[in-house]
């Protein structure tokens, strides 16, 4: 029987900049250290990153809709930001 894999939504705050960053991953401690590795262009001048924020999902389409549905929608990107701020 094969097991199906979740995917997480997953957000990091720059401890260098005012920056977040949404992704997706099956792995997000693991994409975390790829990302303060550098490996990752978008990300490597704001390092490092820490991971502030992650909801599991059970499908990579169901995390991928609600990737692209934050980083469109400058309203709902905000209030989420806005609520992690808030927690740290």
Partial sequence: ???K????LYVL???K???HYIGISENPLKRLNQHNGGL???TKPYRPWRLVYQLEYA???EARKREVY??????????LFDSIDRVR
């Fill in 13 to 15: 705050r720059s401890d």
């Fill in 5 to 8: 894999e979740s995917y997480f």
């Fill in 40 to 42: 990752t262009k978008s």
């Fill in 70 to 79: 934050l980083k469109r929608t400058a309203r709902a990107r905000k209030e």
């Fill in 59 to 61: 499908s990579k389409t």
């Fill in 17 to 19: 900049a005012p920056r």
């Fill in 1 to 3: 029987m094969c097991m």
